[in-house]
């Protein structure tokens, strides 16, 4: 694909992966993953399975724009990637989503997801709520169309334990976001207007990322830029289709 100057642009202005020790101290899991545990969020308490894990700070950069409307999905159909503990689907619910799609690869997510949105959004009328476990979209029904996704993917770019839990949660790297844009493209998941809010650090590869996103045709754009002030730099990024569509356009 040949790049405009924006996205040349884009490519350049990110930051490469901080050094490997660096990234490895920073992701080091925390010693009571495989436990029952608990997170506290805008006043709502989400009991955490062993094995699931506990949102980050970087997940609350999300959780508070999808509940404060800068995500918005009020009348929209939304889908929730990694849904982990389910705040991003709860968020959605009490906002008012048409529908919300609870995705994650991890059964044990998928099933605390679905007990927090039951809990704390409960039965709404104008809200279809659908659980899913799911490599990235692989068990989605052909039919959805979405105005809305968010993901906040396991990119970190190194390898920073042999436990599978903690791979699938942290360092699986961007070769994932390849499968994710390429099916958001290949079966035109977005609907017109429909945006990708994807989020990452100088911990993963990010213009590696964007690349994968620019090679399926995506327009990301940086929505959001956060300094820890600790060398790590998070961006938010929207992602569009902005590319006419050849046939099959529901």
């Not at 950069?61 to 999808?66: A, D, G, P, S």
Request: proline content about 8%.
């Amino acid at each position: 694909m040949d790049l405009t100057t924006t996205d040349s642009a884009l490519l350049e202005q990110l930051p490469p992966p901080l050094p490997a020790d660096r990234i490895i101290a920073l992701n080091q899991p925390k010693a009571d993953l495989h436990t029952t545990r608990s997170h506290e969020w805008n006043g709502w308490t989400f009991d955490v399975p062993p094995g699931v894990f506990v949102p980050g700070w970087t997940s609350r950069l999300i959780h508070e724009r999808l509940l404060d409307g800068r995500i918005e999905t009020r009348g929209r159909r939304y889908a929730a990637m990694g849904v982990g503990l389910g705040v991003e689907a709860v968020a959605a619910g009490l906002r008012g989503a048409t529908e919300i799609h609870a995705i994650d690869v991890h059964p044990p997510s998928v099933a605390a997801a679905t007990r927090h949105y039951r809990r704390l959004v409960g039965e709404r009328p104008d809200t279809a709520f659908h659980p899913l476990v799911s490599d990235v979209f692989d068990a989605l029904p052909d039919e959805v169309r979405l105005d809305v996704v968010t993901f906040n993917p396991p990119a970190v770019s190194q390898t920073v334990s042999d436990d599978p839990d903690v791979v699938r949660n942290v360092c699986v790297g961007a070769p994932l976001l390849a499968k994710f844009f390429a099916q958001i493209v290949e079966r035109d998941l977005l609907a017109p207007d429909g945006e990708i809010y994807l989020i990452a650090s100088n911990t993963a590869d990010l213009r590696a990322i964007v690349r994968h996103a620019l090679d399926h045709g995506l327009s990301p754009r940086v929505d959001h830029l956060h300094d820890w002030r600790d060398g790590v730099l998070t961006f938010l990024f929207r992602i569009t289709h902005d590319t006419p569509r050849t046939g099959g356009q529901r």
